[in-house]
T-cell receptor
Framework: GEDVEQSLFLSVREGDSSVINCTYT??????LYWYKQEPGAGLQLLTYIFSNMDMKQDQRLTVLLNKKDKHLSLRIADTQTGDSAIYFC????????????FGAGTRLFVKA | GAGVSQSPSNKVTEKGKDVELRCDPI?????LYWYRQSLGQGLEFLIYFQGNSAPDKSGLPSDRFSAERTGGSVSTLTIQRTQQEDSAVYLC?????????????FGPGTRLTVL
């Protein structure tokens, strides 16, 4: 069955770059997503990438996709304490009939 | 209200009691998901409703858990004979389930505590 895996914790120093990794198993995945959950809040979509792309950049965020290895990463440049949150990787087939599969989430700790 | 709403926001119950959790999705969203989020366990998929199709119940942890979605809108998650390990935050999300990128919109969750 489909599966999305990511490590549970990551700790970085303020100002450093954070890289959160994710692997998935569904070769039919068309869209890969990153969601963010701040403390005490619900999940919100951060960014997504279409499977025919290998990189997407949005200000401090860079998403890299290696479709061959089914590996997705989220890089946060100049990490700030406000970036402390749980980051969820998710994938879908994009045809509206299949559910989106989420990873368990990576908790990012940013040390001042 | 433009977002997904859930009620109650907090529920404390005694072991063995039944509980019902409610989710009001965004109007027009045909897909609805229930997840469970436990400390240290991450986000766990429970059940998925899509239009008039039979729900995907593959994530329900036991037969004590069930969910309904009436009229393609409001959904209720029922946990019978609650156990302490059912304590968690239960999240609901909805989406348009359209072709292409399909953003899920999450509710604030219901925090369930089983004593």
């Amino acid at each position: 069955g489909e599966d999305v895996e990511q490590s549970l914790f990551l700790s970085v120093r303020e100002g450093d770059s954070s890289v959160i990794n994710c692997t998935y198993t569904d070769s039919s995945s068309t869209y890969l997503y990153w969601y963010k959950q701040e403390p005490g809040a619900g999940l919100q979509l951060l960014t997504y990438i279409f499977s025919n792309m290998d990189m997407k950049q949005d200000q401090r965020l860079t998403v890299l996709l290696n479709k061959k290895d089914k590996h997705l990463s989220l890089r946060i440049a100049d990490t700030q304490t406000g970036d402390s949150a749980i980051y969820f990787c998710a994938e879908s087939r994009g045809n509206g009939g299949f559910k989106t599969i989420f990873g368990a989430g990576t908790r990012l700790f940013v040390k001042a | 209200g433009a977002g997904v709403s859930q009620s109650p926001s907090n529920k404390v119950t005694e072991k063995g009691k039944d509980v019902e959790l409610r989710c009001d999705p965004i109007s027009g969203h045909t897909a609805l998901y229930w997840y469970r989020q436990s400390l240290g366990q991450g986000l766990e998929f429970l059940i998925y409703f899509q239009g008039n199709s039979a729900p995907d119940k593959s994530g329900l942890p036991s037969d004590r858990f069930s969910a309904e979605r009436t009229g393609g809108s409001v959904s209720t998650l029922t946990i019978q004979r609650t156990q302490q390990e059912d304590s968690a935050v239960y999240l609901c999300a909805s989406s348009l389930a359209r072709r292409g990128s399909d953003e899920q919109f999450f509710g604030p969750g219901t925090r369930l505590t089983v004593l």
